[in-house]
């Protein structure tokens, strides 16, 4: 039975895998369950075995998807530390590298970054999303807050606009990269982080009007 287990978890996993290279060379409208069972090397019967319909499949796909900016509920490292703001900025950086440089976490965030033009995700695919990135900034928030409090952030910032800048920033820097489809190792340039993360400091130099 646990062999059974086993290989049944590798057929999914080699479900999903190919679901993502086939959502990402067609798109998510042209790809069929019929397509995926192909590039997987399984019976279409094996593909409903794991997933009713594409919609399962897609809401499979973003679930696994570990989005690059939402640094998790656990706010202790960054109470502990005596600059919150330089932590977290090392924490974005980690995450967003790790995200493009890991093949199926990369086209799972494609999905994510070309859905506003594309419109191919479902609709409760999208409300998940929405939720993520939701929870995302709330914890950017805290962070900003955090700062805040320890007169770190800069004057006349609110926490929550912060917050909701940097997440937009960081959406920005990935989206420069969502259309490539290139094998070849991507690095992102984080520059727009750091300047940014600089710029929101308390000791940043003053901008003179």
């Not at 057929?11 to 679901?19: E, I, P």
């Not at 369950?33 to 399984?42: D, H, M, T």
């Not at 490539?180 to 690095?187: G, L």
């Amino acid at each position: 039975m646990r062999r059974n287990r086993a290989a049944t978890e590798i057929t999914r996993t080699r479900v999903l895998q190919a679901a993502l290279e086939a959502f990402a060379a067609s798109g998510v409208r042209a790809t069929t369950l019929e397509n995926v069972a192909r590039l997987a090397g399984v019976t279409r019967g094996a593909v409903y075995w794991h997933f009713e319909n594409k919609v399962a499949l897609v809401a499979a796909i973003i679930d696994q998807l570990r989005w690059p900016m939402d640094i998790g509920p656990d706010m202790v490292a960054y109470q502990a530390h005596p600059e919150p703001l330089q932590l977290l900025r090392e924490q974005m950086r980690r995450q967003m590298t790790r995200c493009m440089e890991d093949p199926d976490q990369w086209r799972a965030a494609q999905l994510v970054l070309r859905h506003p033009a594309q419109g191919e995700l479902p609709v409760g695919v999208v409300t998940r999303i929405g939720r993520t990135m939701g929870d995302t900034v709330a914890r950017l928030s805290r962070v900003m807050t955090l700062a805040c409090e320890r007169r770190q952030l800069k004057e006349g910032l609110r926490p929550a606009c912060v917050a909701r800048c940097l997440h937009s920033v960081g959406i920005a820097v990935l989206a420069e990269h969502a259309n490539q489809r290139e094998k070849r190792r991507r690095r992102a340039s984080l520059l727009c982080i750091d300047l940014f993360m600089a710029g929101a400091r308390s000791d940043a130099p003053a901008i003179q009007s």
